[in-house]
């Protein structure tokens, strides 16, 4: 313990005056520079972690994914800094988890199948926290995916806690310590983030494999990044399926480029739309809300034993119900709203009748419901708030 809590504050150091003195690094390689807040980060990560090998806390399962999560950052930084396709950043991504995936199959704590999901789960995790850092950073929100990775540690070091297990408690400890100076202290204006994305991705897998393996069901793991996962989902799709998407993407010109152009960050995420709505304060409370609801929720889940299928779907009705919310605010119509709403009632419905067959227990079945019942007040809480506000504005 007392190793974990050294090395831990070794990180929180070292990354707390790297990014407190990085408005001063402008003789640092222009590489290096671009990497921005991901590089104090990096440093506090690697700083704990020597700190935490000297003093032997570093187990072969810490070791073997704080590396990876490392390599694979990196890796991925190092091929945007040179503009490399997107296609070249996922396949370089999957050859390195593939890689510890294979050494992790062989040493005998992974069946080969859950060892090609964790490949597919890192490629994925890693796209999705990319995509939303370089929004939140283009959006003026820099502080925004360190806040989440925050919020995400604590709610792991609950969890392990309640296993216990010393080797994820040691390895929260040290990524919540090296990102929690990212979450508080304001980064300088302009820069390019390179580094931030692929490290929080990175850092996320290694969280999530770790607590995974220590007997966190699936649905747990994958609580903290339902709702940004869920909104760059929304958005994708967003793309291919209407007008202004797919002329935004045919801009880049032929179909190879246009692959390439797809998954990149725009404006569009749908929490940038709502902060161009409304105001980035309320997008910003909207998203770390919803994010917080997922990680209770996941907890309450956790307490109840409910099966990681079922738990899994009813974080998935909660991000589809953080997505109506959001579309409310961006002006959805009236109808298309009590369409929307009836469609969530019915899924509600389906995943109640789900967890009445599967588990039986009159609190879990009630589980969805509830949830539905949210998203319905919220949505109509915001109409008349939001039509308070507009009577105000004609009456002055």
Known sequence: MMATVFAALVALMISGAAAFLLPSMAQLPAVLTRFGRGLPALLGVLAGFVVLMVAGGALNLISILLITALIVA??????????????????????????????????????LTNAAFAVIAGVVVMGVVTFATEASTTSSAARLPAQVGVLTAVYLAVIALGLPNPGLLSLIALVGAAILPGAVLAPRGGDTELLLGPLLGGLGWALGMYAWLANASPAMVIAPVMIIGVDVCWTLVRRLTTAEGRAWMAEAGNWWRILDRWPQTGDDLLTQRVAAASSPRSAHGWLLGGTAICLALGLVEWQLEIRWLLAAGVLLLVGVGWVLVQ??????????????LAGVTVLAGMIALGARMIDGRSTVTALPIAVAAVVWVAALAWIAVSGRAKGAVLEA
């Open 74 to 111: 990196v890796l991925d930084a190092g091929l945007a800094s040179l503009g490399a396709h997107r296609l070249w950043r996922v396949l370089g991504q999957a050859v390195v988890f593939a890689a510890a995936m294979a050494l992790e199959w062989k040493r005998g704590d992974l069946f």
């Open 327 to 340: 579309q409310t605010i961006i002006g959805l119509p009236r109808a298309d709203l009590f369409s929307w």
